[in-house]
Every structure is written in structure tokens, then in C-alpha cells.
């Protein structure tokens, strides 16, 4: 299938062209694509009527870190709940912005995960992982990846992730967490 695109012209101000220059060469991007990248965070992160009770705030990855670091096991499972209620609210969003989908019913566990990986998890998305990697296989789901941040990062993605494939009848199998690597083993039950 052949991408259609349409065009949209931005102007910018003077004072921002040396910056985004610096970006493109440093980063190797166009300047459509951080412009398309711009619009698309936009729409997903700062468009929404549910979000105007629950605004979104934007941390930086050492923040996060250290945020954790301070959580015991049972506050990282409560953070878990917390991200994973709020990434429900803008979820039928992504759906429709990158998949299309017409309703919530058409979401699937694989359409989940490629969100998630988008989004959040990849360098594409909020770059929680310098390294991530996932494989469905029959009833199986396989998640591994490297990350900068430390063991209770670890412990808080397990939770996150279990409380989002708990609707797909998927149960935590295996694991392995460590300071900066995670791989769990998600199995689908019937």
C-alpha cells in the first residue's frame, strides 16, 4: 500500500531555524519529519477533553529514575496502576491515530503492545528503553529489553505491563529484572 501523504505548510520564526538546522543535522531527521513527529505528539498527548481534569505532565527519564528509586514494592505497584489508568484514557486515541480503529473492541493484545512500544517504550516514544524488543508466539508474549534507569524501573514495568494484558488473559509466566534489563514471559489463558 503506497503512503499518502498531504501537504501542510509551517512557518516558523527566525529565531527558531538555527536550533531545528542543529537538530536535523545532528539527528539525521528532516525537517517534515520532526514536524510530522510534532503534530502527532500534539494530537496524542494534548488534544483530549479527558485530559483536562487529569493534564499530562512530562518528565524526563532521570526524574523518573529517581522517583522510583524511592517507591517500595507495593508503591511501585500502585504507580503501575496509576500510568496504566491513565494510558486507558488516551488509549482509544492512539488506536485511532495509528491504526484507525473505529472502537475499542477491535484493539488486540498485538495492537496494544505496538502501541505501547510506540508511544512509551521505544526511541521513537518517550525512550523508556534504550533497547526493546517483544514477540508473540502462539499464546505466548516474549518482552525483553535494556534500559538506563535502575531494579525498581524493572519491578514498576512488570506491574505496568501484567495490568495491560490482564484484559487479554495474559498472566506473568517468568521473569528476570535487574538494574538494566527486563524479560518477562507473558502466557494467553483460554
Known sequence: MKNKDTFVAARIGSFLQGPLNEVTKKKE??????????????????????????????????????????????????????????????????????????????????????????????????????????????NRLTIAGRHDLNKNFSIFFKFYIVKYFKEFQYALMKQRLDEEKVMLILQRHK
Open 29 to 138: 531527521l528532516t525537517i517534515s519529519k520532526i514536524i510530522r513527529n510534532g503534530i502527532f505528539r500534539y494530537l496524542l498527548f494534548f488534544q483530549r477533553d479527558e485530559m483536562k481534569d487529569n493534564p499530562m505532565l512530562v518528565i524526563s527519564k532521570n526524574e523518573l529514575a529517581f522517583l522510583l528509586a524511592r517507591l517500595n514494592e507495593k508503591e511501585l505497584e500502585q504507580f503501575a496502576e496509576l500510568m496504566y489508568k491513565n494510558g486507558i484514557i488516551t488509549r482509544k486515541y492512539h488506536g485511532r491515530l495509528i491504526y484507525n480503529l473505529k472502537s475499542e473492541i477491535e484493539l488486540t493484545a498485538r495492537t496494544q503492545m505496538s502501541i505501547l512500544t510506540r508511544i512509551v517504550f521505544s526511541k521513537e516514544g518517550q525512550r523508556w528503553f534504550r533497547e526493546f524488543h517483544y514477540n508473540f508466539h502462539k
